[in-house]
Nanobody
Framework: QVQLVESGGGSVQAGGSLRLSCAASGYAYINTDMGWFRQAPGKEREGVAIIDGGATYYADSVKGRFTVSADNAKSTVYLQMDRLKPEDSGMYFC??????????????????WGQGTQVTVSI
């Protein structure tokens, strides 16, 4: 059925950039509404960015530095991360929302998750 695969993570120095990709596959997946979350060791999972019906939303901590976009033809959602900071480090996950047109930061409202891609930002 539907599966999500994140890629693009890696290790960069502060101030650097990374572009994460979330590729969706499966016959049941027909849109690219997506949430991006991250989780650092010992920390709670937090919402980073959401794209829903073309509208985008960002956590205050990343606003102005991160950009989420979608390529529906490729069933892929991207997270462009610029001017990275050490506090941006963590495992980044993409997830599909249960309802389109109802954007939310609540992880419980996302039903399908990828395995994550690691982002490490060093000083």
């Amino acid at each position: 059925q539907v599966q999500l695969v994140e890629s693009g993570g890696g290790s960069v120095q502060a101030g650097g950039s990374l572009r994460l990709s979330c590729a969706a596959s499966g016959y049941a997946y027909i849109n690219t509404d997506m949430g991006w979350f991250r989780q650092a060791p010992g920390k709670e999972r937090e919402g980073v960015a959401i794209i829903d019906g073309g509208a985008t939303y960002y956590a205050d901590s990343v606003k102005g530095r991160f950009t989420v976009s979608a390529d529906n033809a490729k069933s892929t959602v991207y997270l462009q991360m610029d001017r990275l900071k050490p506090e941006d480090s963590g495992m980044y996950f993409c997830a599909t929302p249960r309802r389109r047109g109802w954007p939310t930061w609540n992880p419980e409202e996302f039903d399908i998750w990828g395995q994550g891609t690691q982002v490490t930002v060093s000083i």
